[in-house]
Each structure stands twice: as structure tokens, then as C-alpha cells.
């Protein structure tokens, strides 16, 4: 069972409200740009996982510069966001997945319960079935 919260889902949020406003752009791991709307609707959790790959290998590298350098922590800050953001819609994603299988193995137990229940009756429950919707005909 995926353990997407609450508590995920408004940090998913606010981190897609701010990528759209700022108009932050993530690179597929062959340079394609996409936007937050493409992360979200049309990436597959594959390529997400890439991306987040290479975030943390960005953000690996920026938290190891020279210390003599100053270090940009302003990127560092907006790589870590961008791997939250990622890290979330990956956690999104598979949550999705999850409720369609359950909602589809649902559908399939209901319709076979139906069918057991259908072909248990009697032919004298099946007559008086009948009779009582040409009744209310």
C-alpha cells in the first residue's frame, strides 16, 4: 500500500503552485525541457526517476564545492526543491496506480459476486422477478 498523506499531497501543492508561477523548467535526462504540467500528466514514473537521479547528482555536486568558493545555495536550494517536487509526483503517481487497480478489483469481485448471486435463484425467484417488473410496466 503506497503511503501518500495528506500531508504529501499539500506539500505537492504548494511545490506545483510555486514551479508554474516561477515557470521552473526540469531536464529529461537527454536535455528535453519540461514543465510541471508535463512532469505530472505525460512523464512515466521511469523518467521521473531518472530526473530525480540526476537532481541528487547535481545536488551532490553542488554540496561538495571547493569550500574556498562561495557556494550557490540559491541553485542548491532550487535543486532540492525540484527533487521534493519530483519525489512527490513519483509518490502521486503510484498512488493513482494503486486506486485504479483496487477500483478495477472491486468492479471484477462485484460483477462476480452479481453473477453467483444471479445464478443461485431459483426459477420461481427468477418468475416472481419478472412479474414484478411487468407490474410496474
Not at 28 to 38: A, D, H, I, K, Q
Not at 53 to 63: D, G, Q, V, Y
Not at 117 to 133: F, G, L, M, V
Request: aromatic residues 6%.
Amino acid at each position: 500500500m503506497i503511503n501518500f498523506t495528506e500531508q504529501h499531497q499539500a506539500r505537492l501543492n504548494e511545490l506545483i503552485a510555486k514551479s508554474i508561477l516561477s515557470g521552473e523548467v526540469y531536464y529529461t535526462s537527454m536535455g528535453s525541457p519540461l514543465n510541471v504540467w508535463e512532469l505530472v500528466n505525460s512523464t512515466s514514473i521511469g523518467s521521473l526517476n531518472n530526473i530525480k537521479t540526476t537532481l541528487a547528482k547535481r545536488i551532490e555536486k553542488l554540496e561538495y564545492i571547493d569550500e574556498w568558493v562561495s557556494p550557490d545555495t540559491k541553485e542548491l536550494e532550487e535543486k532540492k526543491e525540484a527533487k521534493e517536487l519530483v519525489y512527490l509526483i513519483i509518490g502521486w503517481k503510484r498512488k493513482q496506480v494503486e486506486l485504479k487497480e483496487i477500483e478495477s478489483k472491486k468492479e471484477s469481485l462485484t460483477d462476480t459476486l452479481n453473477k453467483l448471486k444471479e445464478e443461485s435463484k431459483t426459477p420461481a425467484e427468477r418468475i416472481a422477478e419478472i412479474e414484478k417488473q411487468l407490474a410496474e410496466l
